[in-house]
């Protein structure tokens, strides 16, 4: 194989990774606005009053919150499709097929009809469309991080895959400042009836514009490479890259599953739980939207730092780090949710996005990636990825909901307690993993070359 760009190290980011890392940016954060801001419609209780009509305000949260978890659950289904398909055809060519199918999903929940008009078919159809998001999600993340990570020399992997995470930041920043600024100009009643679809339809543009970037963007070297070297062996048996990853390395896709799952639950507990917490408490709407949107904007800034520090002191520092401080945090930043006081909600929020959530997603995708070879990479770390997602956050309202319900509405040390479990459980994992910020990527190992032309070694014990 020729010798591949990330085996020379260089600072500077060329014009192409400039243009690779604002595509997975813009494209990411698209993605996770889409996806992002059901939590936000739902915590605020729009589906409980629209779909979920009769089942009393406990009940119907909890049934929006089981919606929520779905889409959460079929990540790693669209992890496993997408990742199979990026590894064979490439890279970007999923990238586009995701984000469009995230922008029509989101722009049909917008105009689903109320439970009043179709009966039990408009939660079934809110179900099936929720599903159809994580599917898309799930394919995207992966495609974005490997595009920068490919692109990049290898002192700066861990900066350039840390703007596909952060994309999940500004989609959290889009959808709270977009469903505030429609909040704000209606009364409840506006709001509750129409209102809420116009943040769902106005995916539509942003998807519009995010198309235009993405197409403009060139394959991964390292992906060309690979597939060069697959046309000079085209006799040769080849195997499919998901199956390589679950009979030959299950431990770098647990590893990979369980070294997030404590920045999920932070990631799920901070958006729709606190959200939902914060309007219970008596915090007003328009102020806890207000107060993620600040939160939000400190997190876009944070997380990309945690992942350039990673290139200098290793990825596994920098997540074990950001684990610990969460298993400490976990009582305060619960306590404070429960107090009602806007401030003390807005202190626990800027602690948690930028001292544990982003120590531990800035340096997350160069961590997992890097457990892969290139004929994998894209089915391994989608599918380890993707099953963190659903054991954190797809499950973590619903856990955090039920054991307060459990408790009169006050069990927030219990809820702390699972929460400091599971960054435990992230300590445990990133620990076991081998540091690889000074992996050579473009290195064949023969480990790999019998299963995939081209395959790299893993990364991992």
């Known amino acids: 194989m020729a010798t591949s760009t990330q085996s020379v190290d260089k600072k500077k980011l060329s014009p192409q990774l400039k243009k690779v890392i604002l595509s997975g940016y813009l494209g990411s954060s698209i993605e996770y606005y889409d996806f992002l801001l059901y939590g936000v419609i739902a915590s605020l209780g729009v589906f409980s009053k629209v779909f979920f009509v009769g089942a009393g305000d406990l009940g119907g949260l909890l049934a929006s919150f089981a919606t929520l978890a779905v889409g959460y659950i079929a ?34 929940i917008g105009l689903i009809p109320p439970a009043e008009m179709i009966g039990i078919a408009a ?35 861990g900066f350039a895959s840390s703007i596909a995470n952060v994309g999940a930041a500004t989609g959290t920043l889009l959808s709270t400042t977009i469903v ?13 009836a129409w209102g809420w679809r116009i943040p769902f339809l106005f995916s539509a543009l942003l998807v519009a514009v995010g198309l235009w970037v993405r197409l403009s963007v060139q394959e991964s070297p390292l992906f060309k490479e690979m597939m060069d070297e697959a046309a000079k062996n085209k006799g040769e048996k080849t195997r499919s890259p998901l199956w ?10 647990a590893i990979s599953a369980f070294s997030s799952v404590g920045a999920f639950v932070y990631l799920a507990l901070m958006g729709t739980f606190a959200l939902s917490m914060m309007t219970k408490n008596g915090v007003p709407i328009q102020d806890a939207l207000m107060v993620q949107a600040v939160a939000a904007i400190v997190h876009v800034v944070s997380m990309p730092f945690f992942g350039a520090l990673s290139d200098k002191v290793g990825r596994r520092a920098v997540i074990l780090g950001g684990s610990a401080v969460g298993l400490v945090f976990a009582y305060p930043m619960l306590y404070a949710f429960s107090t009602g006081d806007t401030w003390l909600c807005l202190v626990a929020l800027l602690v948690g996005n930028a001292l544990v959530h982003s120590a531990i997603f800035g340096p997350l995708a160069s961590f997992i990636a890097e457990m892969f070879g290139t004929g994998n990479r894209y089915s391994g770390a989608s599918l380890g990825y993707q099953l963190g997602s659903t054991i954190g956050s797809g499950f973590a309202p619903l856990i955090a909901i039920s054991i307060l319900a459990t408790g009169d509405g006050n069990n927030y040390p219990m809820v702390a307690l699972f929460t400091a479990g599971m960054c435990l459980v992230s300590i445990v994992a990133t620990y076991l993993a081998k540091e690889s910020k000074e992996k050579d990527l473009g290195q064949t190992g023969k480990k790999d070359s019998s299963e995939h032309p081209a395959e790299l070694a893993t990364a991992t014990r």
């Open 180 to 192: 505030l600024g429609v909040r704000t100009i209606m009364t409840d009643e506006q709001f509750f």
């Open 244 to 253: 390589v990853v679950v009979t030959k390395y299950p431990k770098a896709v």
């Open 75 to 108: 990540r790693p289904i669209g992890g496993m499709i997408f990742g199979h398909f990026g590894d064979k055809m490439g890279r970007k060519s999923m990238l586009v097929i995701t984000m469009s199918l995230m922008g029509g999903v989101s722009v049909l």
């Open 123 to 157: 939660p079934i159809l809110l179900v099936t469309l929720r599903i159809l998001q994580g599917i898309a999600v799930g394919g995207e993340w992966g495609g974005a991080a490997l595009l920068a990570l490919e692109h990049a020399p290898k002192g700066r992997r």
